[in-house]
């Protein structure tokens, strides 16, 4: 039952996130392109929309769980609701979407060589103090489109140092759900992971 209003509550924020971001509909007027980012962008713009509308949403999400529960216990909305909502915002954009590492938490969340590739790019542009972009590639059906996930000051409640970040309390969570997690030690602006976006032709 908790878990049906959650899934509610989920889906009402999505809705009004994409009614408040889409773009100037006049009043009474049926916008059909409500759920997809349009289709006059380029594969880049379209995907980094995709994106970005599904951080806004795990953001949201987060931030609710943590002042409701603290880091600890958001460790297990993160858990249990971070995947599904992001799948759920692949569905709702009509695009697939995942959130990949090198230094990955869950093992499904393994950056694979050709993501890897990417986030060596934008790891090195960093160290340099240079700029980065995304990246594109072309899929038998679409395109695939690469973007940087940097920390910021919230992520390193869970994706931090150890002894002066993370709580102890939220770090044994955090290894009694993923005995192999190597997602801590990151430091403010540093790339945590990369979005990875599929979309059709
Ligand atoms: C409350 C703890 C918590 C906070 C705060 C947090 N994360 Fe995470 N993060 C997790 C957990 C737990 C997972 C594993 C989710 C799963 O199993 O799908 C995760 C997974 C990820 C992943 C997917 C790759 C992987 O390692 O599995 C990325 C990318 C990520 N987090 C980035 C961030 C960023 C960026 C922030 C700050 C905006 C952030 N996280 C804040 C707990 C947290």
Known sequence: MKKTIFLLSSITVLATLINCTSPTTKKGEKDKDSTAVSNRLTPIEKGSGIASRTKEVLGMNLLTAISQRGAGG????????????????????????????????????????????????????????????????ETATGYRAYYPILTDKLCLQCHGDLKTEIKPATYTRIRELYPADKAIGFRLNELRGIWVVDMKK
């Open 74 to 137: 958001a460790v297990d909305f993160c858990s249990t609701r971070a995947l599904h909502l992001t799948d759920s915002m692949g569905k709702v954009l009509g695009a697939g979407i995942r959130r990949v590492a090198e230094k990955n938490r869950n093992p499904v969340n393994q950056a694979d060589s050709t993501e890897l590739d990417y986030i060596r790019q934008v790891q090195n542009a960093i160290s340099k103090g240079e700029s980065f972009k995304p990246a594109l590639s």
